[in-house]
């Protein structure tokens, strides 16, 4: 399966509660932390959502199937 790999680029302080929940339920917890995630449709719709504070990359082909 594809993979993301997402950091959080800029600050949650300031933006309203629904994008820091969002930010939260991706598993950020602090500035420039870089989490991996599947390439799914609820995973880019999160992403879409704070796409402002984020940076994403391709991360590939996980688990070589």
């Not at 790999?5 to 600050?11: A, F, K, P």
């Amino acid at each position: 399966m594809k993979t993301l790999r997402i950091t959080l680029v800029r600050s949650l302080s300031g933006h309203p509660k629904d994008q820091k929940d969002t930010a939260y339920a991706l598993g950020f917890k602090k500035l420039h932390q870089t989490v991996a995630r599947p390439d799914t449709p609820s995973v880019r719709g999160m992403v879409n959502k704070i796409r402002h504070l984020v940076a994403v990359e391709h991360a590939g082909d996980e688990g070589g199937e």
